[in-house]
């Protein structure tokens, strides 16, 4: 079972920024992507990167402020965090599968829609 790593989570305040780090594997995956989960709250989609194309979206909380990116020999995808808040607290997992764009951008998906999943990282935002 092949497990993505990610690193890059820290304790900073607010306003600060981050840049989350996860490895992925060459083969041909389709879609990347991060969530995050806060404490006492369901996972949340927060961003995709549908490789291919490498056309990005954002939930809308993070517009603006959260970049989700890859390298060019795409074994790397970033989650670019600026103006960190409180409420962006939570660990952060990324996610890679074969699915389509549209699942790829899905703000709900299915959990098992992704194939591959990290163990998180945790992100701590001081007011």
């Known amino acids: 079972q092949v497990q993505l790593v990610e690193s890059g989570g820290d304790s900073v305040q607010a306003g600060g920024s981050l840049r989350l780090s996860c490895q992925v594997p060459?083969?041909?995956?389709?879609?990347a992507a991060w969530f995050r989960q806060a404490p006492g709250k369901e996972r949340e989609w927060v961003a995709g990167?549908?490789?291919?194309?490498?056309?990005?979206r954002y939930v809308d909380s993070v517009k603006g402020r959260f970049t989700i990116s890859e390298d060019i020999g795409k074994t790397t995808v970033y989650l670019q965090i600026n103006s960190l808040k409180p409420e962006d607290t939570a660990v952060y997992y990324c996610?890679?599968?074969?699915?389509?764009?549209?699942?790829?951008?899905?703000?709900?998906?299915?959990?098992?829609?992704?194939?591959?999943w990290g163990q998180g990282t945790q992100v701590t935002v001081s007011s």
């Open positions: 060459r083969s041909g995956l389709t879609c």
């Open positions: 996610a890679a599968g074969y699915v389509g764009r549209g699942t790829c951008f899905d703000p709900s998906p299915k959990v098992d829609e992704y194939k591959y």
């Open positions: 990167i549908y490789r291919g194309s490498r056309s990005t």
